[in-house]
């Protein structure tokens, strides 16, 4: 196969996996939106009710439990927020004066609201729409109780519809992972000879990489906890559990990958190191290769043990023909992420067995 063309097959072949992984929630979205405004009409909405399809636009995610933390969340912060806002029409006229009063007790509320971390902005926000709205005690009744409807439809339905594949999205995820490391391991040796400049952009694109990676560790470990709704996926349960040790595995050795670039880049914008880093750069490469390869298997659930032992006997090889401070320096990520490789296979991990 052509590389163009082989690039385009691997291209759709990321979309079709995304939209796999992603599609459910997508659309259990859609749905829960169209539940949540037929049933504020039904209740008698005389507006459109939006405030009831924003609930499950901003709480729905691949955990059903985080829906239901957040719609409550959401409802106390639209609840406090609209008292704030009567209460302080009912002393001030929409002024400059009202709008600090409301923003600044929205945002002590917000302070001590619960929402997992930060300042909830939701309280102030709230608040500004009763103060912005020209029939405010009409506007606060609508907003609360089509909040509280659409928080209420989407608590209920969240469990039941398109229960997410955990095991499909740790596919995925793992993919990501195993694609992003192999890169940055093989990549960054490469670059020690082409100079500072590009040694300064794979430290950038490292960077992203383990952004990436930790996104994906984050996402991986909330699929794990969205299997206890999902009673067809559990015995996937000891699969899942290998994915997510594997995919949080990756997330340490983003971390070394990381340190490995930072020298990279340090090293090729030494001049007097020049001879150093280039023979650190020929014997790297058998390391790299095999570290990498290792990587590949962890995070496509094969044996990957008689790759770290080969990454192994090659790096301490190379420890013994060059004890440079160059060389040491180069090798210590190494060592770092082959100690971070699991001495056994992760638990649950499958023999080959497809996802359904």
Known sequence: MKPDRASRVNRWDRIRDQLRAEGPAASRILVTVVAAWTAAKWAGADQPPVYAAIVPLVALRGDPMSALQISYERVLAVVAGVAIGIATLNVLRPSTESLVVVVALGLAVGIFFPKGAGLNVQVPASSLLV??????????????????????????????????????????????????????????????????????????????????????????????RAMRFNPLRRR??????????????????????????????????????????????????????????????????????????????????????????????????????????????????PSGDGVD
Do not use: M
Request: with cysteine; proline share 8%.
């Open 236 to 349: 996937h349960r000891g699969a899942v559990a290998g994915l997510v040790q594997a995919i949080e595995t990756a997330e340490r050795i983003a971390v070394d990958l990381g340190t490995l670039a930072r020298e990279a880049a340090a090293l090729s914008d030494r001049p007097d190191l020049a001879a150093d880093v280039r023979r650190a750069q020929r014997q790297l490469r058998p390391v790299a290769d095999a570290t990498a390869r290792a990587i590949d298997a962890l995070l496509s659930e094969q044996e990957f043990r008689p790759l770290v032992t080969e990454a192994r006997a090659a790096l301490a090889a190379y420890a013994r023909s060059d004890s440079r401070p160059a060389a040491v320096a180069l090798r210590r990520p190494f060592q770092q992420i082959l100690d971070d490789l699991p001495p056994t296979p992760p638990l649950g991990t």
């Open 131 to 224: 103060l912005a709205n020209p029939a405010p005690d009409a506007y606060a009744l609508s907003r609360l109780w089509e909040t509280a409807l659409g928080a209420l439809v989407t608590t209920a339905l969240a469990p039941l519809l398109w229960p997410p594949h955990p095991r499909r999205v740790l596919k995925v995820l793992a993919d990501d992972c195993r694609n992003r490391l192999a890169q940055g391991v093989t990549v960054t040796p490469a670059v020690l000879t082409g100079g500072a400049a590009v040694a300064r952009d794979n430290l950038a694109v490292v960077n992203g990489h383990i952004a990436a990676v930790k996104a994906d560790a984050t996402r991986a470990r909330e699929a794990q």
